[in-house]
């Protein structure tokens, strides 16, 4: 056994700020550090952000001997002093998601908080990882695309983003072969069933819709294990949702993050947040037109709206964002604002409601908020439906 090197990129925070707190992300294995570019640009607004590259992977050296993942764990802590030390919050996928559980209990002292993405404390059998690694020293890590793209990516995600899904599966391919077959064996070695109820890390655990080998059930059961530990489903993606949905990914971080340190949270830090939460869940178009109509009488109402409706309330960890959608529309429902209700039930929608579970919901709340409010919303919902089907979304 040998503690990998890992190589790093460190992205500065925007506010330039050389010491500002640090985010760590650790990548699924087969994937490199290009893993979370859609995902930093929102970290770094206020972060600085640490990426590494696992053994044989992008900017990593190849490994030539075993390790296991609390060696990795050990390897994130060197690069972290190399940037500088202290202490950080982390989000890993998949194997970077194990890494994190391990940096969690290793080094308590250092995790401000902690993302556990489409992981586990264990992660599939002993047996598949072994056999996994015995067919990439056979054939190569080429001979795992087909099956990874199978388990990376939620149906019809490669028909929508070709190039997104390609330029993954190419960096995959490039990937030393017995480096990634010497992860494998480190996964079949790793469980941490029994160890995690003693994270103490502001712990949220993130399950994809679609994810086979770490479905949603296995991140609600690992939130369970770890004292005050949250899980979140996010709806329409699969293993890889830095990839297929980076926008709801980066909400989720930042929430997390902000949970973590409420009392250096700045009002800069509550508007970052809620610019990214308020674009994720009413998407970049809405919010585009409404920042291009801000006039100077209305720039302080829309900075308000953003840091406080957004930042402080919607990015809370108290609710997921899909909760958050059923009380708002029961809310506008019963105060009769329904200038709101079309764009928050598109917004529903994008947070994983079903059309039938808005109209229940508008049901339910006809029973105390009034039948008359509950007819014009139903009749909103409906057009909105309506133009959605017309605009083939």
């Known amino acids: 056994m040998t503690q990998p090197i890992l190589r790093c990129l460190v992205e500065p925070a925007a506010t330039g700020e050389a010491n500002g707190p640090l985010i760590v992300l650790g990548p699924s294995l087969g994937t490199t550090t290009a893993l979370w570019d859609g995902v930093v640009g929102a970290l770094a607004a206020q972060h600085r952000v640490l990426r590494f590259d696992l053994p044989g992977h992008g900017i990593s050296p190849a490994a030539g001997e075993r390790f296991t993942v609390t060696e990795l764990a050990a390897s994130v802590i060197a690069a972290v002093e190399a940037a500088g030390g202290g202490s950080f919050h982390y989000a890993g996928i998949s194997l970077g998601g194990a890494i994190g559980l391990e940096l969690a209990l290793r080094y308590p002292e250092r995790v401000l908080s902690l993302a556990v993405v489409c992981s586990a404390a264990r992660i599939g059998t002993s047996d598949k990882w072994l056999e996994r690694a015995a067919q990439v020293r056979a054939s190569g890590t080429p001979a795992q695309v087909q099956g990874s793209s199978e388990r990376w990516f939620a ?134 037109a409404a920042t291009a109509a801000i006039t100077p009488e209305t720039a302080a109402f829309q ?91």
């Open 155 to 288: 149906p019809g995600f490669l028909d929508r983003n070709p190039s997104a899904g390609s330029t993954a599966l190419e960096t995959l391919m490039e990937v030393d072969d017995e480096s990634y077959a010497l992860a494998c064996q480190a996964l079949a070695g790793f469980d941490l069933t029994d160890a995690v109820g003693r994270i103490r890390s502001r712990t949220l655990c993130v399950a994809g819709e679609y994810d086979v080998p770490t479905p949603p059930t296995l991140l609600a059961d690992l939130a369970a294990a770890i004292p005050g530990a949250r899980q979140v489903t996010i709806p329409g993606v699969a293993h890889l949702p830095a990839y297929e949905r980076p926008d709801v990914l980066s909400a989720l971080l930042l929430e997390n993050i902000g949970a973590a340190a409420p009392e250096s949270r700045t009002a800069a830090d509550a508007y970052a947040a809620g610019m990214v939460v308020r674009r994720a869940v009413l998407g970049d178009a809405h919010v585009d």
């Open 303 to 393: 900075d308000f709206i953003t840091r406080y409706a957004w930042g402080e309330i919607w990015a809370r960890q108290g609710l997921d964002l899909r909760t958050r959608s059923f009380l708002t529309i029961a809310a506008l429902v019963t105060g009769g604002h329904e200038h709101e209700l079309a764009m928050h039930v598109r917004a529903a929608l994008t947070n994983g409601l079903t059309r039938m579970e808005i109209s229940e919901a508008i049901m339910h709340t006809a029973i105390y908020a009034g039948l008359p409010a509950a007819n014009s919303a139903l009749g909103i919902a409906r057009d909105t439906f309506a133009k959605l089907d017309a605009a083939g979304s």
